[in-house]
């Protein structure tokens, strides 16, 4: 009986092990990849940088309303998605008035086609 219960026990161990060590590379290979991702965008070019930035940003900005409200528990706020939408519209605005070089041209051509100069 003592070793059926060993057996069952090493069993048991390996398995704990093995599960372990799958959780421990899963977390192991999303960091590397993360990291191995992020400081690929140093060896772009600046313009596709800042369209890199233009793109994610409001994103990243979503994304950290979420975790604080989630880590907070903060209210939340009706319409939200339309705040930022216009929150960052407002930022595109300001950047065309007085940073239009900052603006990628694509970008601008767009801007100008929908509000006009």
């Not at 960052?88 to 065309?96: D, G, Q, S, T």
Request: aromatic share 24%.
């Amino acid at each position: 009986m003592s070793l059926v219960n060993f057996c069952i026990d090493l069993i048991v161990s390996i398995m704990i092990f093995e599960y372990f060590f799958i959780l421990l590379f899963i977390v192991f290979a999303l960091l590397l990849n993360s990291i191995i991702g992020t400081l690929g965008v140093l060896l772009e070019d600046t313009k596709r940088i800042d369209d890199y930035s233009v793109f994610t940003f409001p994103r990243v900005f979503e994304g950290f309303w979420y975790l604080l409200k989630k880590l907070f528990k903060l209210r939340d706020v009706p319409n939200f998605s339309r705040y930022l939408f216009a929150f960052f519209l407002a930022i595109i605005f300001v950047m065309k008035k007085h940073f239009p070089k900052e603006i990628p041209s694509h970008y601008l051509r767009q801007f100008d086609f929908f509000f006009g100069n």
